[in-house]
């Protein structure tokens, strides 16, 4: 036995031997590629090591999407970050007796709606004008689909949950204040100057801002034992609130606002004070800065909402589609390829450019998958959505009557989160964000938690597990 302890030891420090070489080979052609590999190394070491803060990782880099590709734009470091969180789950889930780690175990009935629904999008290839053109978008609603059933395993724990909340925020922060510290040096093709972050579009920007916003006041108000966490909590909250008005997203404007109003409503008695205050200090910040700050362009941009752009008449063209195709849709990523031929129809359409020259995805997600998926695809994604949006509020309400506080609040965060991203997503094509999945996935992971800790209070209470 000592035999092969020491076997293996030896092996181990060869290994390391052996890696420290081959940096130093490296680093003589190229410093840059063993600074790169070193890094890549120990992602690769804390994602293996640990599923949670490989979730983290992932979390933080998502919003990073200005960092340079390895490879070109097939592979990308975000997507070398998720096939490692993917390997590192599957070898968690196979290798635990626990069914509670996994979600297809906890959850088997509503399993199948996630099974159907990829199906479904994957049998809609066959009617598809052009097949190959949905096998990307085939594979992201796949891809986000594991993300939603990595968090669940990953997610376990009051401080999983505030972790992964922590990176979601630290990523909304990081891309908000990447925006104001670097402005865009031209308005391309908009009338004024809009700050898109590291996302790369204002819109989209906006719309993940609004859940950073809502969850970093969670736990500003949370975290009251770790002052210095507490202060950058406030901190980033204020910084996504200041990127979404920099943004200039109608869309996005109006999902903040309707966040605030949720998070009055669903706050409860114990913190509907600190919501209203919120949203009044919120909403006079935003008031001062368009009023009195904002340029004259800026001011008229989110003030004004006649046809957003062209928006409109991209939505006609997408519902005609629906009514055309109401029980199947056009396919699967077929949405753009398809959009031309609904052009020539009776009615008005002012901006044909974002038809034809250059086809636009259809600023709205959900009529995005009901135009290509058809009534059953979309029934299936708001199913989904449904479920975790029920999961936080079941969650909330354990919470509640275990008499935990901080964990009722987040849970109730979350909820108000999760419906501003969902109101911003009306106005953007969103299906395959990576923010949106990972607070999707929350959902299920908050209610697992909460039912975990409701069986330690009453482990004989039979009705725990429900």
Known sequence: MAARLDLRGRAGQLAVAAVAVLLGMAAGIDPRIAVAAAIGLAFVVLVMADLTIGLCLFAVIAFLDVLPHLGGSVVSFTKIVGFLLAISWLA?????????????????TFSYVLVLFIGWAAVSLTWAEKPGVGATPLLRYALNLILFLIVYTAVRTPRHLVWTLGAYVAGSAAAAGYGLLNPPQNVAYYDVTRVSGTIGDPNE???VLVGGTVLAAGLAATLKRWPMLRLAAGAAAALCAGGIFLSLSRGGLVA?????????VVAGRRWRGQAVALAVVIAAAGFVYFGFYASSGAASRVTSFGSGTGRTDIWTVGWRMVQAHPGTGVGVGNYQTSAVHYLLQPGVILRPEFIVDTPKVAHNTYLQVLAELGVPGIAMFLAIIGFSLLCILRAARIFE???????ELLSRALLVALCGVLAADFFISEEFSKQLWLLLGLGPALLGIATTAKRRVSPQDPSAAA
């Open 92 to 108: 968690k889930v196979s290798s635990s007796d626990d069914s509670r780690n996994d979600f297809l175990a906890a959850h088997p």
């Open 205 to 207: 920007l906006a719309a």
């Open 256 to 264: 903040l606002a309707f966040s605030l109003v949720a998070a009055v």
């Open 401 to 407: 009557r275990l008499g935990d506080p901080p964990m």
